[in-house]
């Protein structure tokens, strides 16, 4: 039986299987996003809110029930969510110190930066996962993200200490236990490449 997508079933009609839970907390979601856009909290503003957010829930049910590829599901609903809010204020936490570290290197009389590539390969469960781990690295001050290819990531640090806590830190492993992902071996093949500095 063909599909419209050019390939054939394998046996699931190349459909999502979606969670009551993720189409509740998506809605919960997006219903907040409303409130917050609108900043109005009379009926007749949550009754357009609802509605809104049923409209664009029924509009996006038949691209969020789609498979793209083989093993395609749908990430957030297989997040524990007490993970997840635990995890913001512990990156917010990581971005402040960060922040102090990166203004000691620019207000050091010999700025002493020593800029650094880092190659390495992640173990996380999906491309959500992988997602919030690049992001995350670039928020972080000091630390850029600057190519995903498959499990393979590319990240600019501006010190070796900066590189080395990368991999060898936190943020991987809590990223993948947020996905139910194993925390043994997260991050492997590392290669540090140090840059000359432009200055």
Not at 16 to 29: Q, T, Y
Not at 107 to 118: E, F, R, S
Not at 134 to 161: E, M, Q
């Amino acid at each position: 039986m063909a599909t419209g997508l050019g390939g054939e079933c394998n046996g699931t009609g190349m459909k999502r299987r979606r969670s009551w839970r993720g189409i509740v907390i998506e809605g919960l979601l997006l219903m907040g996003l409303w409130l917050h856009l609108s900043g109005h909290f009379d009926i007749m503003h949550l009754l357009l809110g609802m509605m809104s957010v049923l409209l664009v829930m029924f509009v996006n049910a038949p691209l969020k029930g789609m498979q793209l590829h083989q093993g395609d599901t749908f990430a957030w609903d297989q997040v524990r969510y007490g993970l997840l809010f635990a995890y913001v204020p512990w990156l917010v936490s990581q971005i402040f110190f960060s922040s102090l570290q990166v203004a000691y290197l620019v207000l050091h009389p010999k700025i002493p930066v020593a800029p650094y590539l880092v190659h390495f390969s992640v173990n996380l469960p999906n491309l959500t996962a992988k997602v919030m781990f690049g992001n995350s690295i670039t928020l972080t001050p000091g630390t850029v993200t600057v190519r995903i290819r498959g499990n393979d990531f590319l990240v600019h640090a501006l010190t070796r200490k900066a590189a080395v806590s990368l991999v060898n830190g936190a943020m991987p492993m809590r990223v993948s236990r947020i996905f139910n992902g194993s925390v043994e071996s997260v991050v492997s093949n590392v290669q540090m490449v140090k840059l000359d500095r432009a200055f």
